[in-house]
Antibody, heavy 121, light 107 residues
Framework: QVQLVQSGAEVKKPGASVKVSCKAS????????MHWVRQAPRQGLEWMGRINADTGDTTYAQNFQDRVTITRDTSISTLYMEVIRLTSDDTAVYYC??????????????WGQGTLVTVSS | EIVLTQSPATLSLSPGERATLSCRASQSVSSYLLWYQQKPGQAPRLLIYEASNRATGIPARFSGSGSGTDFTLTISSLEPEDFAVYYCQQRRDWPLTFGGGTKVEIK
């Protein structure tokens, strides 16, 4: 079965960077697009960006274009999301997701467990 | 960007009652509208895709309808496990966007 297992919680200071990983299993990693979605405390869901796990091609939400980088390592079926220049507004749970179909905008059928990133001085 | 507005923000109902949730898009998204359920401390779960198709394993009491700009998620008879927050999402255009959510709470 499809599993997405994310790295553990992080505490960072303002101005620092964080890199979250998402280990995929149970399917052909390069056959699907992967996305990152975040959720600030007691807030809604916010789409951050996506990557073609085969080619590495990326698309980002404009809000994150300058500070977020999504990458993958196909040899270990792992997705990464790095955020630089963190502020307190980046405190959130970050989710990796896999699409249901093979299109880049296909719905998010599989989700990681979430990684809490706390930004605090 | 396409803005999705969900209403009401909170729906207070009793088990066994019918729940009707609304999602309105700022421009047409055709049928590219999805619904997710999220319980506290959990990741969202896909319920409905393409406005009206139930995802794998989703009970028949969940149904979706609509096209263009107005969409509805209906839960025909609320079970105790259905009390949660529900989000709509459009996949018509970049950036992908979510509605603000509707919380279905026990009355």
């Amino acid at each position: 079965q499809v599993q997405l297992v994310q790295s553990g919680a992080e505490v960072k200071k303002p101005g620092a960077s964080v890199k979250v990983s998402c280990k995929a299993s149970g399917y052909t990693f390069t056959g699907y697009y992967m996305h990152w979605v975040r959720q600030a405390p007691r807030q809604g869901l916010e789409w951050m960006g996506r990557i073609n796990a085969d080619t590495g091609d990326t698309t980002y939400a404009q809000n994150f274009q300058d500070r977020v980088t999504i990458t993958r390592d196909t040899s270990i079926s792992t997705l990464y999301m790095e955020v630089i220049r963190l502020t307190s507004d980046d405190t959130a749970v970050y989710y990796c997701t896999r699409t249901r179909g093979d299109g880049d905008k296909s719905e998010f059928e599989h989700w990681g467990q979430g990684t809490l990133v706390t930004v605090s001085s | 960007e396409i803005v999705l507005t969900q209403s009401p923000a909170t729906l207070s109902l009793s088990p066994g009652e019918r729940a009707t949730l609304s999602c309105r898009a700022s421009q047409s998204v055709s049928s590219y509208l999805l619904w997710y359920q999220q319980k506290p401390g959990q990741a969202p779960r896909l319920l409905i895709y393409e406005a009206s198709n139930r995802a794998t394993g989703i009970p028949a009491r969940f149904s979706g309808s609509g096209s263009g700009t107005d969409f509805t998620l209906t839960i025909s008879s609320l079970e105790p496990e259905d009390f949660a927050v529900y989000y709509c999402q459009q996949r018509r255009d970049w950036p992908l966007t979510f509605g603000g959510g509707t919380k279905v709470e026990i009355k």
